[in-house]
């Protein structure tokens, strides 16, 4: 007995079973010409023919090529090339989260085909800040950039260098380290410079990056807010872009994930004001939950904690990497942290605890203390948890399960929706119509956001005198141009790839769109399995087919519908097999696997993936 074929999915151009039939009819694809599939001929093997859009065409001397590749149509993945006289720098290299869209993958990374095609014109990599989101895809593309140089300040560099751990089989990263009181340029090539500025975001050393060219600055805001009281910012807000009155911005990119929230932000200092104000009313333990790169915001909670004579307990695993990030930079006294195993030894108003989980995560610290599972806490009536996060679209559902086990122990529950114990590191409309009046660009080009965040940015721009024809809103892979010594700003009809690059365990790559409709289906709709014996002598069935079923219907439940089906079975095998030599078992595997999905789609309006597996005797 010997495995002929089987199948992994439902094909789309299946063959229809017929009565008679002695071999699989020509496919209509295969008789088309190669010139009408748009495929051409090399060593008598096809090949795709490119388009004309396809074919990028080089950068003409003195113009100034901008390639957003990533982080323009989507909230991740942040990557922009700038291009001139024969040389690169790529601002950000960030990975995007998955959600129920992308089952199976881990991250999602920029196409960077259209760099590893210049690999050898790429002069720097320059980083924003910390955040994965700006450099959590360093480990899986660096080398396909040809590890370049990569500037950045201090803490980011720390950051990188903590998640390079996990991927000890990579060269050593050539890091460029920009002091904090460097006010001066750095010439990366004859033509560009770099220079970094300094702007509020949640996270240590977060900078805005200026590249300097030939006919004026390409400025990236990277992620920034404006840290305001009751709207007005701060002095040291004002300080920070005086420095911009009287540069030529030739170009401005600007985060634009707030865009849509009118006003300001509350103020960092109002949030950690009325998280003091909780911690020191506590009566029992504190448990601050939030997300492990809120760093500057940790910091602060661990100065509350000493404030009050607490002790700290650090949970989750990001957590714990960063706070060993900040205890390498001495940037907060961490003597009173503690281990979770020794939270015992003090009594419980003495405890603050810093965790992840705040998403709902389902193995996270917070969500095993809320369900009972976890191996240190209990959590009583006289516990304080607060939510110092906002909720990230897609998470609600989970969110909502937390509280729901959180609120069964009686602790006291907070969350930004009822006090303000949490502002988001990206600023809300006002904030950014004040950067916009604090930098005198000429040319606009939106980043970071949704294609509606980055219509609704360019929108303000236009508002604000922007005109019209100075406002371009990118795609991942858009071309764009300052041509004529900087006094055009145009868009190619030409893209640069920009099909998703995904994570998959130890494989980065392309994802196919069958592979995650398939690994959909099986998740909404199962999978419907036929093992089938054929007597080659005869083209029958040795004996009734076998079905097994994952994720469809209950067999024991359902022995009516499986009687049905293996008749149907039988009947779609042999009217290919019967009087068929030899035995086409790649057709007869098509032909039962279109019948038994269309009738198993009648009977029950599911579409499970339906594998026939035939075996010869």
């Given at each position: ?18 009565p ?7 496919s ?100 924003t ?22 500037y ?13 751990e ?5 060269p050593?990263?050539?890091?460029r380290?920009v002091?904090?009181a ?5 010439p990366i090539?004859?033509n ?31 992620d ?14 004002v ?12 170009l ?39 997300f ?54 003090f ?28 191996k ?27 509280k ?105 790559g392309?994802?196919?769109e ?15 399995v ?9 083209g ?22 499986l ?55």
């Open positions: 007995m010997n495995p002929i074929t089987a199948s992994g999915g439902t094909p789309q151009n299946a063959v229809a079973p017929a008679t039939r002695t071999h699989a009819p020509r209509p694809l295969m008789s088309r010409s190669l010139k009408q599939r748009g495929m051409r001929r090399d060593n008598d093997r096809p090949i795709p023919m490119k388009k004309p859009h396809d074919i990028i065409p080089p950068l003409a001397p003195g113009n100034i090529r901008i390639v957003p590749l990533g982080g323009v149509e989507e909230v991740g993945r942040n990557m922009t090339a700038i291009e001139y006289g024969g040389d690169i720098i790529v601002v950000d290299c960030g990975i995007q989260f998955t959600d129920a869209e992308t089952p199976g993958v881990d991250y999602i990374l920029a196409n960077t085909k259209y760099l590893e095609d210049r690999v050898n014109m790429i002069r720097a990599l320059v980083i800040h910390g955040h994965l989101d700006h450099i959590g895809a360093i480990p899986y593309l660096i080398t396909r950039l040809g590890n370049p140089p990569i950045t300040r201090e803490f980011g560099a720390l950051m990188i260098k903590k998640r390079q996990e991927f000890p089989h990579l050593p990263l050539n890091f380290i002091e904090t460097d006010k001066a340029s750095i090539t004859p560009l410079k770099v220079r970094f500025f300094g702007l509020t975001h949640s996270i240590p050393d977060s900078t805005g990056i200026i590249i300097e060219t030939p006919f004026g600055d390409i400025v990236n805001t990277g920034v807010r404006v840290e305001n009281e009751d709207g007005v910012p701060v002095e040291k807000e300080e920070q872009y005086k420095m911009f009155k009287d540069r030529n911005v030739l401005f990119t600007m985060d634009s994930t707030g865009i849509e929230k009118p006003g300001f932000s509350p103020s960092e200092a109002h949030i950690l004001k009325n998280i003091d104000k909780i911690v020191a009313e506590a009566p029992g333990r504190v448990v601050i939950a939030t492990a790169s809120q760093v500057e915001r940790i910091i602060e909670f661990i100065n509350t904690a000493r404030r009050y004579g607490k002790k700290v307990v650090i949970e989750g695993r990001s957590m714990r990497n960063n706070v060993d990030i900040i205890k390498h930079l001495n940037l907060v006294d961490t003597s009173g942290v503690i281990g979770i195993e020794d939270i015992t030894k009594p419980e108003n003495k405890i603050l605890m810093i965790a992840t989980g705040a998403q709902g995560e389902e193995f996270a610290a917070l969500m095993r203390m809320s369900n009972n599972t976890h240190f806490i209990k959590l009583n009536r006289t516990d304080t948890i607060i939510l110092s996060s906002s909720v990230i679209p897609g998470n609600e559902r989970a969110i909502a399960k937390l729901d086990n959180l609120f069964r122990h009686d602790s006291r529950i907070i969350t930004y929706l009822d006090s303000d114990v949490h502002t988001s590191g990206h600023g809300k409309r006002g904030e950014l119509e004040w950067v916009h009046k604090q930098i005198p660009y000429k040319f606009f080009m939106p980043v970071h956001g949704h294609h509606y965040m980055l219509k609704q940015h360019a929108e303000l721009a236009r508002s604000l005198g922007t005109p019209a024809e100075n406002i371009i809103v990118p795609d991942n892979g858009s071309i764009i141009e300052i041509r004529d010594g900087g006094k055009t700003f145009i868009k190619l009809s030409e893209k640069a790839p920009s099909g998703d690059v995904v994570v998959e365990g130890f494989n980065v392309d994802v196919s069958v592979l995650i409709r398939d690994r959909k289906m099986l998740a909404e709709d199962g999978m419907f036929i093992i089938a014996m054929v007597n080659t002598q005869t029958r069935l040795k004996k009734s087919p076998d079905i097994i079923s994952r994720g469809f219907i209950y067999l024991r439940e359902s022995q009516e519908l009687n049905e089906a293996r008749h149907i079975i039988k009947r779609s095998i042999e009217s290919t097999t019967v009087g068929m030599n030899p035995i086409n078992f790649d057709y007869a595997k098509n032909a039962v696997n279109e019948d038994i999905s269309r009738w198993l789609f009648q009977k029950t309006a599911k579409k499970p993936i339906v594998i026939p597996v035939i075996l010869s005797v």
